[in-house]
């Protein structure tokens, strides 16, 4: 029995948020014990060789250049947003720093959604702003015993980091109904190029141990998973939702690195977990 069409980018847009949570905890643990910039750069290799091998095993067309102009500039802003994200991950409080850039992230590309295809209906409405309600609740400044209200260490690199990712969800949607695998080869050659030069050029310390590299080759394939899942509900679905249905991904960075790495978040961010979570289905809403 088939789905019911709303139903199909959904499933798209829920994977997406699983492999790209995933994603940032690996991509994020990997930066805080070896250099930031190339773990993203690992990442992006790996990710371009994995979508590289599917699209010719899978015997996919190559897109027009005007998709893969739209592709490399994805590629050129989420490379750079990547880069600035996982060192935002390893300077400060991974499970406050990944929903500040999610929020923004978000927040740009459905305004731009919502110019051009329109209001969606009242249900999907109230599920963007009981999203968005939900991530600020995650990201919001903790209080200090001494009364202070305290910004996570490495915010202002995520907000950098988000406006990339908004970057990468417009152009990468203006790319048409080509071939995702092909758009996110093209799209990880120019976010290698883009870490490369900023690693070259920049005053980077630390270095790169076996088991970094390591993480970063399974973040960097958990990334463009994610991306392709993003890019298959874009094409299916309405733009604003694919992107804050998939921009809920700290929920699960927040949970790993709660359970893996002890941080602590207070009952708010946990309201804010169950209020993203039940903005799913009302999104979802035909």
């Known amino acids: 029995m088939p789905l019911p069409a709303q139903f199909v980018p959904l499933g798209f847009s829920l994977t997406a948020v699983f492999t790209w949570g995933i994603s940032d905890f690996v991509g994020g643990y990997a930066a805080k014990r070896a250099n930031a910039f190339l773990v993203t750069l690992i990442a992006h290799l790996s990710g371009m060789v994995l979508m590289g091998t599917l699209a010719w095993l899978h015997h996919d067309a190559i897109p027009s250049p005007h998709a893969l102009e739209w ?3 994805a590629g050129a802003a989420g490379g750079f947003a990547l880069a600035v994200f996982y060192r935002a991950l390893a300077a400060g ?3 406050l720093t990944a929903p500040v850039a999610a929020v923004l ?3 740009i590309p459905t305004i731009f959604g919502i110019l051009t295809e329109g209001l969606p209906g009242i249900a999907p409405i109230f599920g963007f702003v ?3 309600l939900g991530i600020w609740l995650i990201s919001r400044a903790e209080i200090s015993s001494q009364g202070e209200s305290r910004r996570p260490a490495g915010l202002g690199l995520a907000v950098l980091a988000g406006i990339g990712f908004a ?3 417009l152009f990468i949607k203006q790319a048409g109904d080509a071939s995702g695998l092909w758009l996110l080869v093209a799209s990880k050659l120019a976010s290698a190029v883009i870490t490369g030069a900023i690693f070259l050029l920049g005053q980077n310390s630390g270095g790169l141990n076996r088991s970094g590299a390591g993480f970063g080759v399974v973040a960097g394939c958990l990334d463009v998973t994610g ?5 298959r509900a874009s094409q ?3 733009l604003d939702s694919a992107v804050v249905i998939s921009s809920l991904y700290p929920v699960i960075t927040v949970l790993l690195a709660r359970l893996i ?3 602590h978040f207070t009952r708010w961010k946990v309201v804010g977990m169950v209020a993203a979570l039940l903005a799913v289905p009302l999104i979802a809403w035909p």
């Open 261 to 263: 790495l002890k941080e």
């Open 167 to 169: 970057g990468f969800y």
């Open 227 to 231: 991306s392709f899942l993003f890019i």
């Open 93 to 95: 409080n991974m499970g």
């Open 130 to 132: 009981l999203a968005a």
């Open 71 to 73: 592709a490399l500039a």
């Open 105 to 107: 992230g978000a927040v």
């Open 236 to 238: 299916t679905g309405r």
